[in-house]
């Protein structure tokens, strides 16, 4: 069995197969948490959650990038309500999103955090930055409120211009907004693409190290893998996004987890079903289910 702990089949890629989608990773003995990147994906999730009587929950969120109107190439345009395109961050529903985070079925509070990978040329930076951590702070204030682990979305810049445009790391700021303001329940670093001296200090802090499809890509994340122990990771797709090897290119749906399974056997030379036993067990024992 393995759990997806991040999945999107709540958004438009899948609008005309949502429940085959799910029904084949059940088959499977894949379970999802499907995650929610603003107030009608987030809706959308606990409604699917709610449908299945085993193995399908729900996370709800406001994405960092949701806080600014734009087209990001791989960001679905339908998701995006022309409300929500209004919305800024200070705009968070909180008392909107704590009825939905209150439902049994909500298993975490996310996705939020900080994004500074998708700064453009003539963004006032600092005030972006400064909305995401303020969602951020809510998203945290939610999560101790409901007694709920958070799903946490955090990508740094990429290149020097990026980095010279956003001034300083996205991990080094989350790891000061969690020191200084700690999520009881902990949570997931979901979809982690920073080295592994950078998730130790997470893991410090008792949260788990999202994988997905980019660990496939190549050898780049072999010495994240081989660093961190199994314990301390859980399993993901971000799909539709991050199809991993071979399937690169398609639509990634909760089944292809087993490819994230595979290629960490493969690089810490251990059985997948070791793999599947461990990441589920981290899975179940942070989410209560
Ligand atoms: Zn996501």
Known sequence: MLIDTHAHVNFSAFKDDADEVIRRALEKNVWLVNVGSQYSTSQRAVEYAGKYSIGVFAAVGLHPIQLKKRTIE????????????????????????????????????????????????????????????????????????????????????????????????????????????????????????????????????????????????????????????LEDMVLETDCPYLTPVPHKGERNEPILVELVAQKIAEVKNISIDEVAEVTTKNAKELFGI
């Open 74 to 229: 791989y960001q679905d345009d339908e998701e995006l309500t022309p409300e929500e395109i209004k919305t800024t961050g200070e705009n968070l529903d909180y008392a909107k999103y704590f009825e939905l985070a209150k439902h049994p079925k909500v298993v975490a509070i996310g996705e939020m955090g900080l994004d500074y990978h998708h700064f453009e040329p003539g963004d006032n930076v600092e005030e972006l930055k400064s909305k995401q951590k303020g969602v951020l702070l809510q998203g945290i204030r939610l999560a101790n409120e409901v007694q709920k682990p958070m799903m946490i979305h955090c990508w740094g810049v990429k290149s020097r211009q990026e980095r010279d445009h956003a001034r300083t790391d996205a991990y080094d700021d989350l790891l000061d907004i969690l020191q200084d303001n700690p999520v009881e329940k902990k949570g997931v670093i979901h979809s982690f693409v920073g080295g592994y001296k950078t998730a130790k200090k997470f893991i410090e802090l008792g949260f788990k190290i999202g994988m997905n499809g980019v660990i496939t890509y190549g050898i780049g994340y072999d010495r994240l893998i081989k660093e961190i122990d």
